[in-house]
């Protein structure tokens, strides 16, 4: 079995993507299993013409980044989402997000990962569970 | 009850949103209940190191805005995400994508609404449900 | 690959299980990918002390049974469920139901497939979605 | 605001559903926003032919009342269900199921909330995640 990717190694495999790079995502923390992650704001993340509020799909992306990444953290290899569901528990507002993922169960073919996303208060704004595909 | 925004009404909601901006956006068509909306390719929403597929978070962020427009395009006003959940059944491989949102059920307080994600060669490549608030 | 099972083995392949059987699941109608199912009213599907609405859970039982045996009808053999969703669109008062199961995508390893939910006016009371494993 | 109703006044409401006495549901266990419930096994249970599994509507539907009766014990009075999902992670054998629901997010209209559900060996087989309307 391939061993877990050390931080450095998890936090340049974050960094590869250049969708990744594009939100800014940065690698906090890494545990077996494990991942915290953040989303520094930017202008174009803004969902609104009134400029108050991040879009849904921001935040989706960071829950599928943090969860995949939990597994990744878990198995050692990159692994495809198979499906994704966030709820929105609260209106996002400008600011940077934090994301902590964290595996549920990882099995040989398919893992279960769920994300919180916190905002700069540390409220949790939304929760999301993915379904990863673990086959090599 | 509001009557149902124009295309035209349609297409500056959709382009007002910094976020819909960046990802480019477009709406090709909108009737009660129903839209659809194009996503040029852009090199920054490639999911990894070959650049050869798209991110989740970029076909999340579509679906989204698709099933969101479908009830907007039904009740005539802005809706936020409740949850939302996406199945990905292919990857994306580069190239521009289309989205066809589609309203299931519209009530009051609650609206639940459909897209479905195609690729250049008009393959459904992933589909997603999301549910809206439709209170006032 | 696999043949499709006949109406009759399908049929019998739902009422073989017990917990089928307790719901009185009967196929009504199954071609490659698709079928219809019918849950007769049993005053055990209660939600509520005033009787008045079905239970959640039969609901969802209904369309687990119905997506899966959409696949069944599609790959000619078992399938577990690996994850399930439903949305509740009205409440379901007291009557049979009936469920139509449609294959979305059908794969080598992974199966996605929807279940609409019909009460006894033909109204649409709850739509699902399920992710089934194939891999033999 | 309707103040918690007690263990006893949950333990009633639980078992005042018809099919939660069919599934034979027991209230173990009530704090504010988290319950504890068992599900005693029967033969009807069973999913299939060979009588080894337990169906996952079974499990679906204690999953809905865990995580149902978690925002109950938080509000103070019934709440329906708006969407329900749910992950299967290891087969259920027959047996006793047990599962802990707990309240996420409780707000003035809607309320998500977990459901775990644990086997005879305590390892989790599934897990469950639910919308709700706590609007009066």
């Given at each position: 079995?391939?061993?877990?990717?050390?931080?450095?190694?998890?936090?340049?495999?974050?960094?590869a993507s250049p969708f990744h790079q594009f939100l800014g995502l940065r690698l906090l923390r890494a545990e077996r299993g494990?991942?915290?992650?953040?989303l520094p704001f930017r202008e174009e993340f803004v969902?609104?013409?009134?400029?108050?509020?991040?879009?849904?799909?921001?935040?989706?992306?960071?829950?599928?980044?943090a969860a995949c990444f939990a597994v990744i953290?878990?198995?050692?290899?990159?692994?495809?989402?198979?499906d994704l569901r966030i709820d929105?528990?609260?209106p996002a507002s400008r600011g940077d997000l934090r994301a902590?993922?964290?595996?549920?169960?990882?099995?040989r073919t398919l893992a279960v990962a769920d994300a919180e996303i916190y905002n700069h208060d540390n409220a949790v704004i939304a929760v999301g569970r993915g379904l990863f595909s673990t086959k090599v």
């Open positions: 079995m391939a061993k877990p990717l050390s931080l450095d190694d998890l936090g340049e495999a974050l960094s494990l991942v915290e992650i953040t969902a609104d013409r009134d400029h108050a509020y991040l879009h849904g799909g921001v935040i989706a992306s960071l829950a599928d980044a953290a878990s198995v050692g290899y990159d692994v495809p989402t198979i929105y528990l609260r902590l993922g964290r595996v549920i169960k990882s099995g």
